[in-house]
Nanobody
Framework: QVQLVESGGGLVQAGGSLRLSCAASGRTFSSYAMGWFRQAPGKEREFVAAINRSGAITYYADSVKGRFTISRDNAKNTVYLQMNSLKPEDTAVYYC?????????????????WGKGTLVTVSS
């Protein structure tokens, strides 16, 4: 079992940056591929970024590629999402998720555990 807690959300102006953190509990954190998803008001939850067990492989949605960076520190049981050049359309609740898999998952339905989310608001 894995419990996930996101933090780092807040209000920023367009063009600004935020760094989200996801703290995980459990003794097998390194066995999980991790991902970030987001959900804006009135829209479905969408994939943002994913990282494999070791952190050697990452994958991004086209909408954030070049602006966001996902990373992990298995020694700290923590996953990060560095968000730069933020746009108003990035406004959403951002969720951390874990998948017990040796590969990367980009589908929300494949994830085994979810955090409760952290709100990111980007003003124009």
């Amino acid at each position: 079992q894995v419990q996930l807690v996101e933090s780092g959300g807040g209000l920023v102006q367009a063009g600004g940056s935020l760094r989200l953190s996801c703290a995980a509990s459990g003794r097998t954190f390194s066995s999980y591929a991790m991902g970030w998803f987001r959900q804006a008001p009135g829209k479905e939850r969408e994939f943002v970024a994913a990282i494999n067990r070791s952190g050697a492989i990452t994958y991004y949605a086209d909408s954030v590629k070049g602006r966001f960076t996902i990373s992990r520190d298995n020694a700290k049981n923590t996953v990060y999402l560095q968000m730069n050049s933020l746009k108003p359309e990035d406004t959403a609740v951002y969720y951390c998720a874990a998948d017990y898999s040796p590969t990367i998952s980009t589908k929300a339905s494949y994830m085994d555990y979810w955090g409760k989310g952290t709100l990111v608001t980007v003003s124009s």
